[in-house]
């Protein structure tokens, strides 16, 4: 959320078809770049834009055993992976707009929201996985910044800004499927400036993410950590300045049946935002924002159950549920997810067995 302790003052879609190969799904992601719509400086600038996503919870393609933290598999050779995860947030975006005595109230700019992120991996080869993510807003609600504007407030529904990018496993799964030491993931993705800018979807232009994923299982129980960076643009919306972040993520699992029947995860990610904040005060020429104000760095925790009701990892049901941790922007007060994903190939090659270290699972 947004605390802010003075008024404001105002300064001034389309998916490229999925297509069996590398080359066409590097030709589609390319050219949506420069589909996307041209900025307005009248939009993306200034110290209350809308030009800025309000869900940081941006799901990886391919097999994974969270939500937040990347996985370390990626799909078989040749082989077409999907996913769909889906979130909702309460009161991601929160406004303090003080009033004349002094006590203000509160305006919420996107009170509750449903998104969606259609997720799409092709394995180029064992190791190698070229991933493209499309986030759809299916519901919100909220004022958006017609309490500070007067303008119009959110839509119902909304296009977000859709990624692409590859993976790159260092070491393909042991062909049984056990993973008795630590593995590690390469990712870069990038975030294209598709979305609607005006509904908090979408940003003011392209973010690129690099990052490094492990992960380690040692009996019931299996790690896994991510860490890497957002790059962007600096945006600010009264005081509050996202620009680029450190992103660090990690989670914990533990088999309650084997093969992956039942599982329990819990995960806790954080972006520190690495540009100063502002405080927004009232001079003789009106308001204006100053630097002065608190680190951003919003943050996340999330507990949830997974199973794979085939005994492999090539299809996987998740639900979870957490919250925010503070009161920053783009932290939610609380959030549940769902997702489903079917990542064929992604571990033990073709058998999809397991075997833990430590003893079968009963």
């Keep these: ?73 990626t799909v078989g050779s040749r082989q077409l992976g999907f996913a769909l995860v889906s979130s909702y947030l309460s009161r991601p975006i929160v406004v303090h707009l003080p009033s004349p005595g002094g006590v203000g109230a509160d305006a919420y700019v ?18 190698l996985e070229l991933d493209v993510a499309l986030p759809i807003t299916f519901g919100q ?47 870069l993705e990038v975030s294209a400036p598709t979305g609607d800018r ?9 973010v690129f993410a690099p990052s490094l994923a492990a992960a380690l299982q040692s009996g019931r129980f299996f790690f896994g950590a991510e860490a890497g960076a957002r790059v962007r643009p600096t945006t600010e919306l009264l005081g509050s300045r996202v620009g680029s972040q450190i992103s660090a993520a990690a989670g914990v699992g533990v088999d ?11 995960e806790y990610w954080e972006l520190l935002t690495l540009v100063g904040q502002n405080d927004v005060v009232r001079s003789s020429e009106g308001y204006r ?15 949830s159950v997974r199973t794979e009701p085939l ?12 919250g925010g941790v503070g009161s ?17 190939g992604s571990t033990g090659r073709g058998s999809g067995a397991y075997r833990l270290t430590g003893g079968d699972l009963p």
């Design 141 to 187: 609600g909220g004022a958006g910044l017609s309490p500070v504007t007067g303008g119009a407030g959110l839509h119902d529904t909304a296009v977000r800004d859709m990624r692409f990018g590859f993976a790159y496993a260092f070491k393909a799964s042991e062909p049984d499927g056990s993973q008795n030491s630590p593995r590690f993931a390469a990712r």
């Design 328 to 344: 920053d922007i783009t932290n939610p007060r609380f959030r549940f997810t769902f997702a489903v994903r079917w990542a064929p």
């Design 289 to 303: 924002s100053v630097p002065g104000g608190k680190a951003l760095a919003p943050a996340e925790w999330l507990v």
């Design 198 to 206: 005006d509904q908090f979807a979408g940003e003011r232009s392209a």
């Design 110 to 127: 996107v009170n509750d929201q449903v998104n969606g992120s259609f997720l799409w991996s092709y394995g180029v080869t064992d190791r």
């Design 256 to 266: 309650l049946l084997s093969r992956g029947l039942l599982s329990v995860t819990l």
């Design 311 to 322: 005994g492999r990892r090539d299809l996987s049901l998740q639900l979870g549920g957490g």
């Design 1 to 73: 959320m947004i605390r802010t302790r003075a008024a404001y003052h105002i300064g001034g879609n389309v998916l490229p078809p999925m297509r069996s190969g590398m080359t066409a799904l590097c030709v589609a992601c390319v050219a949506s770049l420069f589909c996307a719509r041209r900025v307005d400086a009248t939009e993306c600038f200034g110290i209350v834009t809308p030009c800025i996503n309000d869900d940081t919870l941006w799901p990886h393609a391919g097999a994974a055993r969270f939500l937040a933290v990347g996985g370390i598999d």
